[in-house]
Each structure stands twice: as C-alpha cells, then as structure tokens.
T-cell receptor
Framework: AQTVTQSQPEMSVQEAETVTLSCTYD???????LFWYKQPPSRQMILVIR??????QNATENRFSVNFQKAAKSFSLKISDSQLGDAAMYFC????????????FGDGTTLTVKP | DTAVSQTPKYLVTQMGNDKSIKCEQN?????MYWYKQDSKKFLKIMFS???????INETVPNRFSPKSPDKAHLNLHINSLELGDSAVYFC?????????????FGPGTRLLVL
C-alpha cells in the first residue's frame, strides 16, 4: 500500500518570501501522479499543482512549483512571493495508474503567512 | 454556479440515528468520491463511484452506504450513528477515473454526533 508523509505539521512564512513544503511517499509502482491540494479556512479543497511521475521536468504554476525527485520519492512544493491568501492547509496526494480512483493523502501542512 | 454541492453543510444528531448527506456535481464528470476528514484533519477516501458503479470501498463500516442514482449524484447514508462518525465529509468528482484527473471537491458537511 502506498503511504504519503508530510513531515511538517505547521510552517510559517513572511509575506513576499519563499517557503517549501515537503512530501515523501512510499510506492513500488513506477507510474503514478502526485498532486498538491490547498484547503483554506473555508474548507473547500482546490488543486494547486500536479506532476506526472514519468515526466522529469518539474511542474510549475505561476508562483507554485514542485521539486520532484523520483528516486528519492520526494515531492516538495515551493511557494514563491507568498501572499496572505496562500494561508491554508496543504495536502500532498498520490494516485497510482493501477488503482486510479483511490487517492492517498498526506496528513497535511498548515501554512501561516505573516504580514 | 456551484460545481460540486453538498447538503446539508452542518448536521448535528444523536447517537443511533440514521442520516443522509447528498452530493451533486454539475460538471458532467463520470467519477465521484466520498472522503472523511477527522478532527486532526486526516483525509481518507471512503468510496469511489464511476458511472454509478462502485469502484473503491475502503474498509468502511457497513453502516455507511453510498448510493448513486445517476452520474451526477452520490449520496451517503449512515445508519446507527456513533460518536466516532463526527467529522467533515467531503464529496468530490473527477472527469473520469484516470490517475491524472483533478478532483473537484465540495464544501464539506460537518457532522457532529452527540
């Protein structure tokens, strides 16, 4: 079974600075997808960014980028130029090709942005 | 135009009661999900349906019974509610069951069992 670990329960960052949230996972599969979802205080989960395991190039979405290290099974999220609206709980998620439909989520990291 | 909606948003009930949570998506998606988020914010999948067919059932007590009358709806019925059922329940949908598909989440239903 796959597991996803987010070792930082809480992180904080100063507005306009950069922060990195870590995520590691355990799998014996070679094909899978990784996602970062954001859950603001309103509770609604929204997609931040996703990465295909077979792609070596790291995904980027505006101020959000990932550092995907397949051999190390690491998938960290970097938020540049942090904004107050980035404050939320961030979840890392793993989805395998062979068992699509079942997402395994990490325990989440609560990000605080200080003005 | 709410993409994934859930009713009710809040549900307070007594132990032993039976309750239902409804979920509807207007995105035309084929696949829908139920997740449970406990008080520590741990998010775990419970069920997944694809085209009204159950594809994922994650060691959930059989007091929980999902029902999908059509592709746009996935309801969750809970019998004999217990204190440990208190949590936020999220419905989600995706275009299909492929691994690369983004899931779109509803706003959640906060269930409190007294």
């Amino acid at each position: 079974a796959q597991t996803v670990t987010q070792s930082q329960p809480e992180m904080s960052v100063q507005e306009a600075e950069t922060v990195t949230l870590s995520c590691t996972y355990d799998t014996s599969e070679s094909d899978y997808y990784l996602f970062w979802y954001k859950q603001p205080p309103s509770r609604q989960m929204i997609l931040v960014i996703r990465q295909e395991a077979y792609k070596q190039q790291n995904a980027t979405e505006n101020r959000f980028s990932v550092n995907f290290q397949k051999a190390a099974k690491s998938f960290s999220l970097k938020i540049s130029d942090s904004q107050l609206g980035d404050a939320a709980m961030y979840f890392c998620a793993y989805v395998s090709y062979t068992n699509a439909g079942k997402s395994t989520f990490g325990d989440g990291t609560t990000l605080t942005v200080k003005p | 135009d709410t993409a994934v909606s859930q009713t009710p948003k809040y549900l307070v009930t007594q132990m032993g009661n039976d309750k239902s949570i409804k979920c509807e998506q207007n995105l035309g998606h084929d696949t829908m999900y139920w997740y449970k988020q406990d008080s520590k914010k741990f998010l775990k999948i419970m069920f997944s349906y694809n085209n009204k067919e159950l594809i994922i059932n994650e060691t959930v007590p059989n007091r929980f019974s999902p029902k999908s009358p059509d592709k746009a709806h996935l309801n969750l019925h809970i019998n004999s509610l217990e204190l440990g059922d208190s949590a936020v329940y999220f419905c989600a949908s995706s275009q299909d069951r492929e691994a690369e598909e983004t899931q779109y989440f509803g706003p959640g239903t906060r269930l409190l069992v007294l």
